[in-house]
């Protein structure tokens, strides 16, 4: 037993040291000198080859969505790469539906550029950039969440144009206990119209990279930076009835939804369903008062799934599934619904509405997770 395990140690031992020599090599040794970058056919720019398609792009000030930062763990940073982008590897395969795999998709972040490169990417993405800016209030609205206000400093451009419910990719520096530079996405919780400023709603997740900076390492005035707009996550220009739902920090993107609606004065009826645990989980309430005296046929749904004694709770109780499930009148009018939060509720919330009868291509939603 003693012998099997001393081996089995030494061939992990040997396997460990011949991957770190490997990757030691190919990022410092392997020069696969300048390979040229021709982007939907008609941009092209020339870069050192050896580093991932997605800091070749970001180097170029040409930003693809990356909620993991390039861990390959989120699946936003997919591009068509139509030649050079050698065989798919291992740790793309989880992301990459067959679709992807006939079209030439692949994770930016995992390909490295160790040849001439033709790849097609959004359009939109080319009016993505990077801003510089100042926290200029950040507020505590339950124990987990922080609203952020953050004044743009960056003169070029000096406001960031959106759409509401999209995200931007906020940038952690190192900091102690975290060595690397490290992006992660967050939706805009402001209004569009609020130029030159952003609002972000960020939930602490103990142990988490960007949350762990941005809860107890980053004070008033300080520097951040971020890129963006990001996602195709926003309000559409339709007329119909309007159904929000989010959970905690879910609650960014449809803020911002909610001020776009209050800004074209809308007449539709919207019914937003919000789920926290517990009264002191809920948050921004006198907002929401305020959108349902000035939006004529609002209707902000808080619902409890684990109320306290001593909350004195009236209202809804459940997840939000019940709620809507209870309160959603079926209808033959058009409606349409924007969801925001895990992936499980989303999931869930998507099969409650659709058996209500709203068509699933009308159901849009952002995962956080
Ligand atoms: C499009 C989009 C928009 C988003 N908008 C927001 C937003 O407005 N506000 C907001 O707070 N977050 C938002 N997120 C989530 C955010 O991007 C980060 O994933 C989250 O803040 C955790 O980052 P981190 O670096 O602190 O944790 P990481 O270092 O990435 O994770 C540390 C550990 O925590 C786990 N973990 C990660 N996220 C969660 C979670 N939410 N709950 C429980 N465990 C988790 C990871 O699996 C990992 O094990 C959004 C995500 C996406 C994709
Ligand atoms: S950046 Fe997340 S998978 Fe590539």
Known sequence: ???????????TGIAT????????ADSYIADYGIKKITINKEKEFEIDGGSTLLSSLTSQSI???SACGGKGSCGYCKCKINSGGGPVLATELSYLSKDDLQNNVRLSCQVKVKEDMSIEIPAELFNVKMFSATVEKSTNVTDKIK?????????????????AGQYIQLLAPPYPGSPEEVYRAYSIASATKDEGYIELLIGYVEGGIVTTYVHQHLSNDDKVTFTGPYGDFYLQDTDAEVILVAVGTGMAPIRSIL??????????????????RTKSDLFLLDEMEMFERELPNFKFIPTLSRPEENDDWTGEVGRVTHAIEKRLEESDSPKEAYLCGSAPMIDSTVKVLVAKGIPEEKVYFDKFD
């Open 1 to 11: 037993m003693y012998t099997i395990l001393i081996t089995v140690g030494v061939i």
């Open 17 to 24: 040291v011949l991957a770190v020599l490997l990757t030691f």
């Open 63 to 65: 930003f693809i969505p």
């Open 147 to 163: 609203q952020l206000r953050f004044k743009i400093t960056s003169n070029d451009p000096a406001s960031l144009d959106f759409k």
């Open 259 to 276: 001020y776009e609606l209050l800004a074209q004065k809308s007449e539709r009826k919207i019914s937003f369903f919000f789920g926290a």
